[in-house]
């Protein structure tokens, strides 16, 4: 069956950075984008980018242009999602997503990341 | 970007009642609105795509209808496991956006 399985919790500093990693299992890793999405506690989903994982083509939120990079290694079939410059407001789970387009069918745990002084 | 609104912010239904969540977008969207559900603690789940189209696995008691500006998720006959969060994304324009969601309580 389908799974996404995701790093796990970190704590960071402001302006620090963290990297998420999402591994794919039980389908063909190429075949599907990968999208990030971010959970502010308590708050809604928000849509941070996409990236194909074929050819590496990404399309980000303008949002988080320039602090956003989405990564995948076809060779282990795992995506990577790192935030830079990181601030309070980025306390947040963030989770990765299986999609044929533009709507995600699998979910992965979600990496809840605190960033606090 | 594409602003979605969804409605009402919370709604209390007994249970074997039916729920009538609604979604409106700022600008056309065709077809492509997906609706997720999500409980405490846990990933968003995919119920329906393409407005109308049930995802793998999801009971007939959830429906999607609409197009354009305009989407309706119908839950018929609610059941305790229902009782959660429910978001609707547009998938037709850049950035991809959700509404702020809906929370279905048990009244």
């Known amino acids: 069956q389908v799974q996404l399985v995701q790093s796990g919790a970190e704590v960071k500093k402001p302006g620090a950075s963290v990297k998420v990693s999402c591994k794919a299992s039980g389908y063909t890793f190429t075949a599907y984008y990968i999208h990030w999405v971010r959970q502010a506690p308590g708050q809604g989903l928000e849509w941070m980018g996409r990236?194909?994982?074929?050819?590496?083509?990404?399309d980000y939120a303008q949002k988080f242009q320039g602090r956003v990079t989405m990564t995948r290694d076809t060779s282990i079939s795992t995506a990577y999602m790192e935030l830079t410059r990181l601030i309070s407001d980025d306390t947040a789970v963030f989770y990765c997503?299986?999609?044929?387009?533009?709507?995600?069918?699998?979910w992965g745990q979600g990496t809840l990341v605190t960033v606090s002084s | 970007e594409v602003v979605m609104t969804q409605s009402p912010a919370t709604l209390s239904v007994s249970p074997g009642e039916r729920a009538t969540l609604s979604c409106r977008a700022s600008?056309?969207?065709?077809?492509?609105l997906a609706w997720y559900q999500q409980k405490p603690g846990q990933a968003p789940r995919l119920l329906i795509y393409?407005?109308?189209i049930r995802a793998t696995g999801i009971p007939a008691r959830f429906s999607g209808s609409g197009s354009g500006t305009e989407f309706t998720l119908t839950i018929s006959g609610l059941q305790s496991e229902d009782f959660a969060v429910y978001y609707c994304q547009q998938y037709n324009n850049w950035p991809r956006t959700f509404g702020q969601g809906t929370k279905v309580e048990i009244k």
């Open positions: 393409g407005a109308s």
């Open positions: 997503a299986r999609g044929p387009s533009g709507y995600s069918d699998s």
């Open positions: 600008q056309s969207v065709g077809s492509n």
């Open positions: 990236i194909n994982p074929n050819n590496g083509d990404t």
